[in-house]
């Protein structure tokens, strides 16, 4: 991507800092200096670097004499600063360095843009020092380094803000508001604070354009995303599934990995041991652990390590027979003398053993093949029993086993009876309308009336949760199938959830029929007009949808587009051409 330049250029000597010519002699030559203020040190791209670590100081003057002056003992480090950086206004330095070194190779730098709607942290400042020696390096190793800034002008921060801000509730608050009106709510705070931004950056020393910047919500940029979208489109990258991803039942959508890792907090959550008797034995029961029981009334199997050992175990004071991990007795037994083993044999014994549901509310499905015991080596000794609760729509590794054994099948609908508020629907008629936090001691007592509880209970261990309601929730979602790998990194890349059920983001711009066969992919602004006759200013769903809930192709009939947005990290992407003007997208740092 960076193509390294033939020859270094002969140019004047520069120190690494600034652009200020160092003095030169009569003939034109640079003067070399002595090893009291930099030291002879010429490189082949035509530096010299500093002797000791005080040179720089005395490197603005434009005087030669001026760098005999002895150091004082006493700095004033951020008066010293103040005065380079009214050197560098008074010479332009930034804009005149890109002027000099015009017509040389360039080098593109990808740069992840802050929101505006909060203040720099150190997490920005460290960042942007370290993208700063970066591209500083690159232009004095011969390169042209344009280097602007930018801004993210939409997505959960923003629409997080306004929802604080007019008491936004959830998506009936936003659909009483209207969408329109709720976007441009989030509009007008998107630069809240970017003249803080500029002064903080600009006081970091940092070398970057705030006058030529770009932001996320530019026409050019957002139908750049429709574009990428497309092209993946076409390449057959793009197809509908389902998703287990965290999902914030305070915001109200699906979040990424970074964001559910935002301002985590320990809290304590209801450890529970809970009995499946066996069909075959009911006498004989498999015994699970969780931290979690408002996802038990969605239980669909059991998951064992195969190649672990299991023991049937008798308890000495109820005399009830249990299976769990040899490793793991001390979870359910305090002392040696609290059970007896009867027999040890390996997981892989226990597969496709039936079980009898806590609850009934799936076991009439005919889709599925549940309450069944699965094989797989995500199990450890580490924590539980050894027998683990599948929720196949809570959690990831739940959902990728109960696919491997055919509990359910990728089309089948969801078990997922959760809405986005974090509510138990009517389909958990026992604890419909609770939220799902609050049901745990609901559900516990249950189970205790029911004789589904373990004989013992594990003591309330802190669990690490999120401040703002996490949980993980299946989610219907568009997903972009990444060929290329970024070595390590994306070893083990999967297919990456790229749809969003907000509202202040880019639009995806696909049209479909009623019954999904019958397409239409947009990849610019003007390819819309040309279908639909009416150009929109603008790619966000409320202004691409007062063209019609309907887009008409000739031939192919009526078309409606998915009212989802793109997720944020699509601008991440690609960099690609659109016409004439080189549309740079960022990567997340």
Same mark, same amino acid.
């Given at each position: 991507?960076?193509?390294?330049?033939?020859?270094?250029?002969?140019?004047?000597v520069?120190?690494?800092?600034?652009?200020h010519?160092?003095?030169?002699?009569?003939?034109?030559r640079?003067?070399?200096?002595?090893s009291?203020?930099i030291?002879?040190?010429?490189?082949e791209?035509?530096?010299?670097?500093?002797?000791?670590?005080?040179?720089?100081?005395?490197l603005?003057?434009?005087?030669?004499?001026?760098?005999?002056?002895?150091?004082?003992?006493?700095?004033?480090?951020?008066?010293?600063?103040?005065?380079?950086?009214?050197?560098?206004?008074?010479?332009?330095?930034f804009?005149?360095?890109?002027?000099?070194?015009?017509?040389?190779?360039?080098?593109?730098?990808?740069d992840?843009?802050p929101?505006?709607?909060?203040?720099?942290?150190?997490?920005?400042?460290?960042?942007?020092?370290i993208?700063?020696?970066?591209t500083?390096?690159?232009?004095?190793?011969?390169?042209?380094?344009?280097?602007?800034?930018?801004?993210?002008?939409?997505?959960?921060?923003?629409?997080y803000?306004?929802?604080?801000?007019l008491?936004?509730?959830?998506?009936?608050?936003?659909?009483?508001?209207?969408?329109?009106?709720?976007?441009?709510?989030?509009?007008?705070?998107?630069?809240?604070?970017? %003249? /803080?931004? &500029?002064? @903080?950056i600009?006081?970091? +020393?940092?070398?970057?354009?705030? !006058?030529?910047?770009?932001?996320?919500?530019?026409?050019?940029?957002?139908?750049?995303?429709?574009?990428?979208f497309?092209?993946?489109?076409?390449?057959g990258?793009?197809?509908?599934?389902?998703?287990?991803?965290?999902?914030?039942?305070?915001?109200?959508?699906?979040?990424?990995?970074f964001?559910?890792?935002?301002?985590?907090?320990?809290v304590?959550?209801?450890?529970?041991?809970?009995?499946?008797?066996?069909?075959?034995?009911?006498?004989?029961?498999?015994?699970?652990w969780?931290?979690?029981?408002?996802?038990?009334?969605?239980?669909?199997?059991?998951?064992?390590?195969?190649?672990?050992?299991?023991?049937?175990?008798?308890?000495?004071?109820?005399?009830?027979v249990?299976?769990?991990?040899?490793?793991?007795?001390?979870?359910?037994?305090?002392?040696t %003398? /609290?059970? &007896?083993? @009867?027999?040890?044999f390996? +997981?892989?014994?226990l597969?496709? !053993?039936?079980?009898?549901?806590?609850?009934?509310?799936?076991?009439?499905?005919?889709?599925?093949?549940?309450?069944?015991?699965c094989?797989?080596?995500?199990v450890?000794?580490?924590?539980?029993?050894?027998?683990?609760?599948?929720?196949?729509?809570?959690?990831?590794?739940?959902?990728?086993?109960c696919?491997?054994?055919?509990?359910?099948?990728?089309?089948?609908?969801l078990?997922?009876?959760?809405?986005?508020?974090?509510?138990?629907?009517?389909e958990?008629?026992?604890?419909?309308?609770?939220?799902?936090?609050?049901?745990?001691?609901?559900?516990?007592?249950?189970?205790?009336?029911h004789?589904?509880?373990?004989?013992?209970?594990?003591?309330?261990?802190?669990?690490?949760?999120?401040?703002?309601?996490?949980?993980?929730?299946?989610?219907?979602?568009?997903?972009?199938?990444?060929?290329?790998?970024?070595?390590?990194?994306?070893k083990?890349?999967?297919?990456?959830?790229?749809?969003?059920?907000?509202?202040?983001?880019?639009?995806?711009?696909?049209?479909?029929?009623?019954?999904?066969?019958?397409?239409?992919?947009?990849?610019?602004?003007e390819?819309?007009?040309?279908?639909?006759?009416?150009?929109a200013?603008i790619?966000?769903?409320?202004?691409?949808?007062?063209?019609?809930?309907?887009?008409a192709?000739?031939?192919?009939?009526?078309l409606k587009?998915?009212?989802?947005?793109?997720?944020?990290?699509?601008?991440?992407?690609?960099?690609?051409?659109?016409?004439e003007?080189?549309?740079?997208?960022?990567?997340?740092?």
């Open positions: 991507m960076i193509s390294k330049p033939t020859g270094f250029p002969k140019a004047e520069r120190t690494p800092a600034y652009p010519p160092v003095p030169s002699s009569s003939s034109g640079s003067i070399p200096f002595s009291s203020g030291s002879k040190f010429p490189t791209r035509g530096f010299r670097r500093p002797a000791h670590n005080f040179p720089f100081i005395s603005c003057s434009t005087q030669f004499t001026a760098m005999a002056k002895p150091v004082p003992e006493n700095i004033n480090f951020p008066k010293e600063e103040e005065n380079v950086l009214k050197l560098w206004a008074e010479l332009d330095a804009k005149t360095s890109l002027k000099q070194s015009e017509g040389k190779p360039r080098y593109i730098f990808y992840g843009p929101f505006a709607t909060g203040l720099p942290h150190y997490g920005h400042i460290l960042a942007g020092t993208k700063d020696i970066v500083r390096f690159a232009h004095q190793s011969g390169f042209h380094v344009e280097r602007r800034f930018g801004w993210d002008c939409h997505g959960l921060p923003v629409e803000e306004i929802d604080k801000a008491g936004i509730k959830g998506p009936g608050d936003v659909a009483k508001l209207g969408i329109e009106n709720y976007n441009n709510e989030c509009r007008k705070i998107v630069m809240r604070y970017a %003249a /803080d931004w &500029e002064t @903080i600009s006081r970091m +020393g940092r070398w970057i354009d705030f !006058k030529n910047d770009y932001k996320t919500l530019y026409p050019s940029f957002m139908e750049s995303v429709w574009w990428v497309q092209e993946l489109f076409k390449k990258l793009v197809y509908k599934g389902f998703k287990v991803m965290h999902f914030s039942t305070g915001l109200h959508t699906t979040l990424s990995n964001e559910a890792g935002l301002n985590y907090k320990e304590n959550d209801p450890a529970v041991i809970i009995s499946f008797p066996l069909v075959e034995d009911p006498d004989v029961s498999l015994i699970a969780t931290t979690t029981p408002w996802t038990l009334p969605s239980n669909l199997a059991l998951c064992v390590n195969p190649e672990k050992k299991y023991v049937k175990v008798r308890d000495m004071v109820t005399k009830k249990y299976i769990m991990m040899e490793a793991r007795t001390e979870a359910l037994f305090k002392k %003398a /609290d059970f &007896e083993i @009867i027999s040890t390996l +997981g892989a014994e597969k496709n !053993k039936q079980y009898t549901p806590l609850f009934e509310y799936f076991t009439k499905r005919a889709d599925l093949k549940p309450f069944r015991v094989l797989d080596k995500y450890t000794e580490e924590s539980g029993t050894g027998v683990v609760h599948q929720a196949p729509y809570f959690g990831e590794d739940d959902f990728r086993v696919l491997a054994h055919g509990i359910m099948q990728r089309d089948s609908p078990v997922c009876p959760v809405d986005a508020t974090g509510c138990f629907t009517d958990v008629s026992d604890f419909k309308g609770q939220y799902v936090k609050d049901a745990d001691k609901a559900i516990n007592k249950y189970l205790k009336e004789g589904r509880l373990g004989p013992r209970q594990p003591d309330q261990a802190p669990a690490i949760r999120s401040a703002q309601p996490v949980g993980d929730a299946a989610d219907l979602q568009g997903r972009a199938e990444l060929e290329k790998r970024f070595g390590n990194w994306l083990e890349a999967r297919d990456w959830p790229i749809s969003r059920s907000r509202y202040w983001e880019n639009s995806i711009p696909l049209w479909i029929s009623d019954d999904g066969r019958r397409r239409c992919v947009v990849g610019s602004i390819e819309l007009a040309t279908l639909t006759g009416t150009r200013p790619c966000i769903g409320e202004t691409v949808d007062k063209l019609g809930d309907t887009l192709r000739k031939g192919k009939g009526m587009r998915i009212p989802k947005v793109l997720t944020a990290g699509l601008k991440a992407a690609a960099c690609h051409t659109l016409g003007n080189l549309v740079c997208f960022t990567v997340i740092l």
